[in-house]
């Protein structure tokens, strides 16, 4: 496969949560969503982001491989959105499996329709976001409409890929019962779903919006405690789900 360029936001080399095992993750500039409460507000637009080698990037990962064949780890592409630069996705995914190291992608699931069946071959696992349920939340999280998330995580389904759902619990936004309820649901009658994250809001990232003289709305909302944590999680426990 021929090299691609792609603009890439940062790597980050240890990560544990993103994907079992020792993570390589590559954070990908470009997203079309504006979540509210992203953490990553500078990997909005694709070119803040530095135009990178998709075979240099893979050089790099190369000399990590003696760790993820010890500790069971791989790659993930998380971002922004990994499926906004799909060829360049494409050869990272592709230089990676001829190296045998396991792949993971991190993703809202907007743009799944970009993702074709060869690519979704390169995949192992998908980090799948359910920001919401009820529709005109998912817009007010998001920007965007839930129809193309639930059609990739049922192709995904369809494909028999392994994912692990998440979603991030924010108080006064995502935390109505029938929020909450309506993404356990849907993601409980998913069979190929090994485990759920259950995320608290957090304001991590919020000096990063100051710094980019973006408006952060959330200003006045505070993590949830955690008995309302747990009690989310319950939720998706009654669906049968494998929740961290
Ligand atoms: S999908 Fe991720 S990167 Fe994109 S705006 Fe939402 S939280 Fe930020």
Known sequence: MEDVMGYVHSVETGGTVDGPGLR???????CPLRCQ??????TMKMKRGKMTSAYE???????????????GGGITVSGGEPLAQIEFLRVLLWGAKQMGIHTTIDTSGYLGKKADDELLDLVDLVLLDVKSWVPETYKEVTGVDIAPTLDFAKRLQAKGKEVWGRFVLVPGLTDAPENIKGVAKFVGSLDNVSRMDV??????????????????????????????LQAAKDTFIAEGLNVH
Not at 24 to 30: A, K, T, V
Not at 37 to 42: Q, R, V
Not at 57 to 71: C, H, M, N, P, V
Request: proline fraction near 9%; glycine fraction near 6%.
């Open 24 to 30: 390589y993750i590559i954070f990908m500039s470009g």
């Open 37 to 42: 409460y992203c953490h990553n507000p500078d």
């Open 57 to 71: 990037l893979l050089k790099d990962i190369a000399t990590y491989r003696s760790y993820f064949e010890q500790g």
């Open 199 to 228: 995320l608290p809001f957090h304001k991590m990232g919020e000096h990063k919006w100051q710094q980019l003289g973006m408006s952060y709305r959330l200003d006045n909302t505070a993590p949830p405690s955690p008995e309302v």
